[in-house]
């Protein structure tokens, strides 16, 4: 982190666990992080009432994210197109192509 | 070992090969499609790019190492058909430091509970707020939140696909969520909206 970012850091008066938190709280709620790391942070969390509501805070913003993979998929119009063309190859399953939802 | 792979692969003949295309290959074109959205913006382009990535796949079937995850293949396919429509190189590796988008997050958060905002994504539904904010998002932030948070792919799996070290997914992802996040303050306040408490445990 750059020496400005962290000065801004220490102005806000926030104890090193909760800079943690504000540092890797991503690494950690993608489950990216090491078990050690994340076991700190885990204990953390678990007895700051601010950092667990920021936790839920961003958990619910990755969330409503993870919810839009249900509303966008591909067009029927393009899925007719690619049926049409995968026939032309000579592909046995070309309709199922049209019939996926 | 791959040779035998291969071997086996065309042992199966026209009727094996269109059964293993169908039950690896054609399940994931919601997915691609919505890459190659994030990768072009464009309505048809992205359907000029799924089908030529969908053709080179079933001409290139063969190639498709069974047991291995169709998906990422396709992905990475998706993303190599689009660089050769631009006809350009990959994009230039932004190499910001994630953990300052991780903070400045932190500092919108800390900006919404100021204006009463602290629960914004439990008690809104800005679902459609979020996807008009994902359409702005710039690349390669936009294909990354895709990757990771759309499609629920590791740091991993996302930088094979883009072919970026997974430090580069990690800047990316995250100055991409932050930027979503600035971006749906100033629409919850431009809807008016204020939460009812100021603060607390939920």
């Known amino acids: ?101 | 070992m791959t040779t035998t792979i291969l071997a086996t692969s065309e042992l199966l003949g026209d009727a094996g090969r269109d059964a293993a295309f169908e039950r690896e290959a054609l399940p994931w074109l919601d997915d691609v499609y919505r890459f190659a959205l994030s990768l072009t913006r464009d309505d048809a382009d992205a359907d000029d790019v799924v089908q030529e990535t969908y053709l080179r796949a079933y001409r290139s079937w063969h190639t498709f190492i069974p047991g291995t995850e169709c998906r990422r293949w396709l992905f990475t396919i998706c993303r190599n058909v689009f660089l050769r429509s631009r006809e350009r190189q990959r994009p230039t590796v932004d190499l910001e430091d994630g953990e300052q988008d991780a903070v400045a997050a932190g500092s919108v958060y800390a900006a919404a509970r100021e204006r009463g905002y602290d629960d914004l994504y439990a008690t809104l539904d800005l679902a459609p707020a979020l996807r008009d904010a994902l359409d702005e998002l710039a690349e390669p932030f936009r294909s990354t939140v895709i990757l990771v948070d759309v499609e629920g792919m590791t740091y991993e799996t996302a930088a094979q696909v883009m072919g970026v070290p997974i430090g580069t997914v990690r800047s990316r992802l995250f100055r991409g969520r932050r930027l979503l996040q600035e971006k749906l303050l100033t629409v919850a306040e431009d809807l008016g909206f204020v939460t009812a408490s100021a603060g607390g445990m939920r």
């Open chain 1, 1 to 101: 982190m750059s020496a400005p970012a962290r000065t801004q850091l220490e102005g806000l008066g926030l104890s090193s666990s909760c800079v943690d938190v504000l540092r890797h709280l991503w690494d950690y709620l993608d489950d990216e992080m090491t078990p050690g790391g994340a076991e700190r942070l885990r204990a953390h969390i678990a007895g700051c009432a601010q950092c667990r509501e920021y936790e839920g805070y961003q958990a619910c913003f990755l969330d409503t994210l993870a919810k839009l993979r249900a509303e966008l998929g591909a067009p029927t119009e393009l899925r007719q197109r690619l049926a049409d063309k995968l026939k032309s190859q000579g592909c046995g399953c070309w309709h199922k192509v049209r019939n996926e939802s």
